[in-house]
C-alpha cells in the first residue's frame, strides 16, 4: 500500500499532466473534470485611433464642497450641531438660489426660515450620523424635503472647529440607506417604467468630498407590466448611530408618507 503523500501527489501529477480528464483518479475518488472551458475573452478596445478629448464634460458640482457660514462644532463633535441651524444658515447664504448645490425650491426655502415659528411645517427631516470619511468622528447627514416628491441629501464634516458640507443632492428618492462608509441612494426611473437607480456615494480623499462612486440601472419590476407612472417614493431613513440624541422632526401636515409599493 502506497503512503498517503504518495498517493496525494500522483493525483496532483495527474490533473496537470491530463487536466482532469474523466477517469483519471476515478477508481481511488481523484479529480474528475468538470468539462471543457470556455476560452476567455480580454477586453477589446474599439476604436483605438479616436483622439484623447481635450474639453472636459459638464461640471455636475460632484465635488463641490463649501463651510457653513457662521456655524461652529466644538471639538469637531457634529452630534452637538442643530441641523436645522445648519440649513437655515446655508439659506441666509444663499438667498434666492434655486440650482446647482445650494438650490432649493422658493416654497421649501419659505418653510425652512420659518422652521422657528411654524415647526411642524419644517421640511428638514431627523438628521442621522455615520462616519463616511474614516476619521473616526460622525458626520451629519441631512434630508430636506422638497415639491414633486423630490428629497435634498446633504453631509457634513465637522473640522477645524467648523462645518463644512461635502456633499449635496436632490432626486426623486425612493429611500436613502447606510452600508458600511457609503451613502446609497434609491431614485425612481421615469424613463424606464419598472427600473430605478441606485447610486453609491462614498468619501473621496484627494477631493475631500463624498462622491458617486457607483451607479447602475436596477430592475425591480417587468418592465412591460409596470404602471406608465412614477412609483410614489417610499422614504426610509437610516438607522441613527448609538448614542445620537437628536429628536425626530415632525412632517409638514400636507405631507404623507406613502406605503411602501407591494412587490
Known amino acids: 500500500m502506497r503512503p498517503r503523500g504518495v498517493q496525494l501527489a500522483a493525483g496532483v501529477l495527474c490533473a496537470l499532466v491530463l487536466g482532469g480528464a474523466a477517469g483519471c483518479g476515478r477508481a481511488e475518488g481523484g479529480l474528475e473534470s468538470a468539462g471543457s472551458t470556455p476560452p476567455a475573452a ?3 478596445r474599439l476604436w483605438p485611433d479616436l483622439p484623447p478629448a481635450t474639453d472636459p464634460p459638464i461640471d455636475y458640482g460632484e465635488t463641490d464642497t463649501e463651510r457653513v457660514p457662521g456655524i461652529k462644532v466644538a471639538d ?3 452630534h452637538a450641531v442643530d441641523a436645522r441651524a445648519v440649513v437655515e444658515a446655508e439659506v441666509r447664504a444663499h438667498p434666492d438660489t434655486y440650482s446647482g448645490a445650494d438650490g432649493l425650491y422658493a416654497e421649501t426655502a419659505r418653510a425652512i426660515k420659518a422652521c422657528g415659528t411654524a415647526p411642524t411645517a419644517c421640511p428638514i427631516m431627523r438628521p442621522y450620523y455615520r462616519d463616511l470619511t474614516g476619521n473616526g ?3 451629519l447627514i441631512v434630508g430636506i424635503r422638497m415639491p414633486d ?3 435634498g441629501v446633504r453631509v457634513y464634516l465637522a473640522e477645524n472647529g467648523g462645518l463644512t458640507r461635502v456633499m449635496a443632492t436632490v432626486d426623486q428618492v425612493i429611500s436613502v ?3 458600511g ?3 446609497i441612494m434609491r431614485v425612481s426611473s421615469a424613463g424606464i417604467p419598472g427600473y430605478e437607480y441606485r447610486t453609491a456615494w462614498s468619501w473621496d480623499e484627494q477631493q475631500h468630498s463624498m462622491l458617486p462612486t457607483r451607479d447602475e440601472i436596477v430592475r425591480v419590476k ?4 409596470a404602471p406608465p407612472t412614477v412609483p410614489a417614493p417610499r422614504l426610509v431613513s437610516p438607522t441613527p448611530a448609538p448614542g445620537a440624541t437628536s429628536t425626530p422632526l415632525p412632517l409638514p401636515p400636507d405631507v404623507a408618507v406613502p406605503a411602501e409599493p407591494s412587490p
Open 42 to 44: 480580454g477586453p477589446v
Open 76 to 78: 469637531n463633535d457634529v
Open 137 to 139: 468622528r460622525d458626520e
Open 149 to 151: 416628491q423630490q428629497v
Open 177 to 179: 440607506e447606510l452600508a
Open 181 to 183: 462608509r457609503d451613502l
Open 222 to 225: 417587468p418592465g412591460r407590466t
